[in-house]
Nanobody
Framework: QLQLVESGGGLVQPGGSLRLSCAAS????????IGWFRQAPGKEHEGVSC????????DYVDSVKGRFTISRDNAKNTVYLQMNSLKAEDTAVYYC????????????????????WGQGTQVTVSS
């Protein structure tokens, strides 16, 4: 059974940091494009960041550029999202998702392009 499991969420003060993990089981993460998405109350899923399978290309939504960093550790079959300088507007449930690439370097922030999803982890930024 193919599964993605997120962890690392929690409550943090504005300006603080968290590192989210997305661990894969039942398959090798190397061959998958992985994206991070978030959903705040009353809002739709928003693409946050993605990393391609073959080239390691990355992309970020403008609102997190310079603050968030996505990385993958293929030896641990895990993708990380390092989140620094967190703001109240970053509060959301964060999900990781996977898809097989269409082309080398494939990395998109469109939720509908992904077919394997984790259960999500809550991130709350509040003083």
């Amino acid at each position: 059974q193919l599964q993605l499991v997120e962890s690392g969420g929690g409550l943090v003060q504005p300006g603080g940091s968290l590192r989210l993990s997305c661990a894969a089981s039942g398959f090798t993460l190397d061959y998958y494009v992985i994206g991070w998405f978030r959903q705040a109350p009353g809002k739709e899923h928003e693409g946050v960041s993605c990393v391609s399978s073959s080239t390691g290309s990355t992309d970020y939504v403008d609102s997190v550029k310079g603050r968030f960093t996505i990385s993958r550790d293929n030896a641990k079959n895990t993708v990380y999202l390092q989140m620094n300088s967190l703001k109240a507007e970053d509060t959301a449930v964060y999900y990781c998702a996977g898809r097989r690439p269409n082309v080398p370097g494939d990395c998109v922030l469109t939720p509908g392009a992904y077919d394997l999803w984790g259960q999500g982890t809550q991130v709350t930024v509040s003083s």
